[in-house]
């Protein structure tokens, strides 16, 4: 019988990739991520798309390139593209729901001003913001 895995996706804000100590670090103390990182998978040659946030949340959320998705600001800025993800659509996690997966989402959406996510489909702790 074949068992999906579990996913837990950390996506974190201005944070280079040796700040770990799993990626060399020998300052920074993190024994929790560290312990993480050595039971999954780590992405080390990931790269961030776009150097603002909600480009690259709805990049990371969708897939997309932020051409691609539409948001090309951050959404809070007066002159916001988008103030919400055009295409809801987009996104990668109800593939994930379809599969069977529960989805929760913890801290900053950041990827729209009017919704979060529970408008969305995630459950649990959701903190739009």
Same mark, same amino acid.
């Given at each position: 019988?074949?068992?999906?895995?579990?996913?837990?996706?950390?996506?974190v804000d201005q944070m280079r990739y040796d700040t770990l100590g799993s990626s060399g670090n020998t300052v920074c103390q993190?024994?929790?991520?560290?312990?993480?990182?050595?039971?999954? #998978?780590?992405?080390?040659?990931?790269? %961030?798309?776009?150097?603002? %946030?909600?480009?690259?949340?709805?990049?990371?959320?969708?897939?997309?390139?932020?051409?691609?998705?539409?948001?090309?600001?951050? %959404?809070?800025?007066?002159?916001?593209?988008?103030?919400?993800?055009?295409?809801?659509?987009?996104?990668?996690?109800?593939?994930?729901?379809?599969?069977?997966?529960?989805?929760?989402?913890?801290?900053?959406?950041? #990827?729209?001003?009017?919704?979060?996510?529970?408008?969305?489909?995630?459950?649990?702790?959701?903190?739009?913001?």
């Amino acid at each position: 019988m074949n068992q999906r895995p579990n996913i837990l996706w950390i996506g974190v804000d201005q944070m280079r990739y040796d700040t770990l100590g799993s990626s060399g670090n020998t300052v920074c103390q993190t024994p929790n991520l560290d312990r993480i990182a050595a039971q999954g #998978v780590t992405f080390d040659r990931a790269y %961030c798309p776009v150097t603002l %946030c909600t480009p690259a949340r709805a990049s990371m959320f969708t897939g997309q390139h932020a051409f691609n998705h539409g948001m090309l600001t951050n %959404c809070e800025f007066y002159h916001t593209i988008a103030p919400e993800l055009p295409d809801p659509s987009m996104f990668l996690h109800p593939r994930l729901a379809a599969q069977g997966y529960a989805l929760g989402y913890a801290g900053k959406w950041h #990827v729209g001003t009017e919704k979060g996510p529970a408008d969305y489909g995630w459950e649990g702790m959701n903190i739009a913001g």
